[in-house]
């Protein structure tokens, strides 16, 4: 039941707040981790976040915080929704954190984002069984105007997952899919790598 999943978010930016916001609006037990101690004093000053737009309500969440270890703690899905250039910075300060069991989902993933984290986290010390899924783009075409609102343009009808390892995949799917259902799973290339190129542009995606 989503009810008795945690999710800890990590990234309180324009598609961190739309995210933990829309889950808690679902009934959801939502965390939102941000290392600006700002960000993170306004929504617990609010208890959440207020959504705006195509979709309307008001997240609160279970916990807001700038310390990562505590957003982390019993959370059973971990989604990082950061520019892909901050993915190493997270892996590395989940890396003492993450224990087996737990899911990393990258939101989105970048191209094969979920390859760069698994080796941060190794080379960080991480040993925990830790799968890692990435999408292949942001669910939600958004933005926030300050800490604690969220406008939610439009909520995008598809996306795909790919996990590491692959067989994973279905599973982490399933969970994915009880509040995420327009998300399906990728294509897998050659030796049952659980990877879809895919190209962003006017025109269109593109399989590669």
């Known amino acids: 039941m989503k009810e008795d999943i ?25 965390r939102l981790y941000n290392r600006t101690a700002r960000t993170i004093e306004e929504i617990n000053k609010l208890g959440g976040i207020n959504i705006d737009g195509a979709l309307q309500g008001f997240g609160r969440l279970e916990l807001a915080t700038t310390d990562i270890g505590e957003a982390l703690a019993g959370a059973h899905v971990v989604v990082v929704v950061t ?16 224990v087996d069991g737990q899911i990393v989902f990258l939101h989105p993933g970048a191209m094969c984002g979920a390859i760069e984290f698994r080796e941060i986290l190794r080379n960080a010390g991480c040993t925990a069984n830790i799968p890692v899924a990435e999408s292949n783009h942001l669910l939600y075409a958004c933005r926030s105007s300050k800490p604690g609102y969220a406008e939610i ?50 025109s269109g995606p593109h399989d590669l």
Request: proline share 5%.
């Open 6 to 30: 945690i999710w800890a978010i990590i990234g309180g930016g324009h598609g961190g707040q739309s995210m933990a916001g829309h889950l808690a609006i679902m009934g959801c037990r939502v």
């Open 83 to 98: 520019p892909a250039t901050a993915h190493a910075e997270v892996a590395t300060k989940c890396a003492s954190h993450l």
């Open 153 to 202: 343009l439009a909520i995008k009808k598809d996306g795909l997952l790919a996990t590491l390892p692959a067989n994973k995949n279905h599973e982490i799917l399933e969970l994915l899919n009880e509040v995420f259902p327009q998300i399906s799973g990728g294509k897998k290339c050659p030796g049952n790598r659980p990877v879809q190129w895919r190209c962003h542009n006017a």
